[in-house]
Nanobody, 118 residues
Framework: QVQLVESGGGLVPPGGSLKLSCTRSGPIKSTYIACWYRQAPGGQREMVATITTTGNTNYADSVRGRATISQNDQRNTLFLQMSSLKPEDTAVYYC????????????WGQGTQVTVSS
């Protein structure tokens, strides 16, 4: 019933910016943690940014100062705004939502490719 769909990926030149979106359909618990992960080719999955339902955020050191995670007022869309992009930002970016109470279900999007290259 719950589905996450990412969008906004693509080819971006070094130093450029992009904004990823993750739209949720279907109901989830009111208390959750929403995250962006990324995985470079042949690399391990890396947490990029996290936001709670109360608005608390955390960022990986590799993107701190260059990334902003947010959600819309309806709390059905998650965003990741990135700037000053580097080639090492190239990865598949995944949206993740974890319910932190009760059923504690976890949901993943299909991923969106971000390629930073000239």
């Amino acid at each position: 019933q719950v589905q996450l769909v990412e969008s906004g990926g693509g080819l971006v030149p070094p130093g450029g910016s992009l904004k990823l979106s993750c739209t949720r359909s279907g109901p989830i618990k009111s208390t959750y943690i929403a995250c962006w992960y990324r995985q470079a080719p042949g690399g391990q999955r890396e947490m990029v940014a996290t936001i709670t339902t109360t608005g608390n955020t955390n960022y990986a050191d590799s993107v701190r100062g260059r990334a902003t995670i947010s959600q819309n007022d309806q709390r059905n869309t998650l965003f990741l705004q990135m700037s000053s992009l580097k080639p090492e930002d190239t990865a598949v970016y995944y949206c993740n939502v974890r319910e932190v109470l009760f059923g504690r279900r976890e949901f993943w999007g299909q991923g969106t490719q971000v390629t930073v290259s000239s």
